[in-house]
């Protein structure tokens, strides 16, 4: 069995940050409820994913000597 693989087009920073905006719409339309609260904290557990993956992709990370 092969597994399907795909090039993707759309950055990882851009599909997390995109995945957060989509999870805080939908958490506004709904009333208090364990449901909101978890869309909330995957929202910010997606821009936290983001930020670290950009500052480490980022040119001011040096190795150590």
Sequence with gaps: MQRRRF???VPLEARLRIQA???RER???LPPSKEREDLLLRAR???TASHLTEWLNSPGL???K
């Design 45 to 47: 557990r997606a821009d």
């Design 21 to 23: 905006e989509a999870d």
């Design 7 to 9: 090039k993707q087009t």
């Design 62 to 64: 040096q190795p150590p």
């Design 27 to 29: 958490a506004k339309s």
